[in-house]
Antibody
Framework: QVQLVQSGAEVKKPGASVKVSCKAS????????VHWVRQAPGQGLEWMGI????????DYAQRFQGRVTMTRDTSTSTVSMSLSSLRSEDTAVYYC?????????????WGQGTLVTVSS | DIVMTQSPDSLAVSLGERATINCKSS????????????LSWYQQKPGQPPKLLIY???TRESGVPDRFSGSGSGTDFTLTISSLQAEDVAVYYC?????????FGQGTNLEIK
């Protein structure tokens, strides 16, 4: 069965960077793009970007440009999202979600979420 | 960017009654070449990731109960729960995937009256 298993919770200081990983299983890794979505405490869903695991191409939301990097490792079927220059407003649960295909579609499977807390 | 606006923000419905959630996009999400609306609906329960309910505005995801239905086209969409069950208490989000950046509505909190 399709599974996306994310890395564990992180606590970071302002100005630091964080890397969250998402290990995929149960399907052909390079046949489906992966999105990253975050959710601040008590708030809604915010799209951060997408990575195509086949070629590694990415598309980031403009508000994260310059701070976010999404990568993939096809040998371990893992995608990762790095966010730099962290500030308190980046405290959120970060989700990876599988695209229905390799384009830009709805999200059919989600990871369990990774809580990133930014605090001095 | 396309802005998605849901109404209402919060909704209380009696068990067994109908629940209706609306979603409006700031521009059409209907792709004329394939006549598909690039609109999906998700359900999120506390402490859980969102779960896909509906895609292409009206196609129910496998395993989703048939009391959930989606309708609408262009810029106006509706999620309907025909007979509310206790397990349907959740926050519901619409999402457009017509263009990047994809965007979500602010969410509708559905409770039992």
């Amino acid at each position: 069965q399709v599974q996306l298993v994310q890395s564990g919770a992180e606590v970071k200081k302002p100005g630091a960077s964080v890397k969250v990983s998402c290990k995929a299983s149960g399907y052909t890794f390079t046949s489906y793009s992966v999105h990253w979505v975050r959710q601040a405490p008590g708030q809604g869903l915010e799209w951060m970007g997408i990575i195509n695991p086949s070629g590694g191409t990415t598309d980031y939301a403009q508000r994260f440009q310059g701070r976010v990097t999404m990568t993939r490792d096809t040998s371990t079927s893992t995608v990762s999202m790095s966010l730099s220059s962290l500030r308190s407003e980046d405290t959120a649960v970060y989700y990876c979600a599988r695209d229905q295909g390799l384009g830009f579609n709805f999200f059919d499977y989600w990871g369990q979420g990774t809580l990133v807390t930014v605090s001095s | 960017d396309i802005v998605m606006t849901q109404s209402p923000d919060s909704l209380a419905v009696s068990l067994g009654e109908r629940a209706t959630i609306n979603c409006k996009s700031s521009q059409s999400v209907l792709y004329s070449s394939n006549n598909k609306n690039y609109l999906s609906w998700y359900q999120q329960k506390p402490g859980q990731p969102p779960k896909l309910l509906i895609y292409w505005a009206s196609t129910r995801e496998s395993g989703v109960p048939d009391r959930f239905s989606g309708s609408g086209s262009g810029t106006d969409f509706t999620l309907t729960i025909s007979s509310l069950q206790a397990e349907d208490v959740a926050v519901y989000y619409c999402q457009q995937y017509y263009t990047s950046p994809c965007s979500f509505g602010q969410g509708t909190n559905l409770e039992i009256k």
